[in-house]
């Protein structure tokens, strides 16, 4: 099994990106997909998640309304737009697999893990 990050980079405050994450080795629609991030020296974050068995998403308060995760699972990707960026947001962003038909962002149930891909947010 394999999941890999894309999308991370450098973006000023108030940017934008879109981060992706391919799936490869597992049945990708039975799969609730999660996006955590990573400060050096903090614990890990759990952003946002989306459900296997309805699409239904999850999102952490501190990025409410600024990211929309979403699934193509024909492609076996699952994406995480960020919007208004601030420097608050800057860490290396993982998704991660869990066989759940229900998505939660605690990382204990996560079947499998991506390498991650680095957000810096910057002037």
């Known amino acids: 099994v394999h999941l890999v990050e894309s999308g991370g980079g450098l973006v000023q405050p108030g940017g934008s990106l879109t981060l992706s994450c391919a799936g490869s080795?597992?049945?990708?629609?039975?799969?609730?997909i999660a996006w955590f991030r990573r400060v050096p020296g903090k614990e890990r974050e759990g952003v946002s998640c989306?459900?296997?068995?309805?699409?239904?998403?999850h999102y952490a308060d501190s990025v409410k309304g600024r990211f929309t995760i979403s699934r193509a699972n024909a492609e076996n990707m699952v994406y995480l737009q960020m919007n208004s960026l601030n420097p608050g947001d800057t860490a290396a962003y993982y998704c991660?697999?869990?066989?759940?038909?229900?998505?939660?962002?605690?990382?204990?149930?996560?079947?499998?893990w991506g390498q991650g891909t680095q957000v810096t947010v910057s002037s």
């Open positions: 991660a697999a869990t066989i759940n038909r229900q998505c939660e962002l605690g990382m204990s149930i996560q079947d499998y």
């Open positions: 080795g597992l049945d990708f629609d039975y799969y609730s």
């Open positions: 989306i459900s296997s068995s309805d699409s239904s998403t």
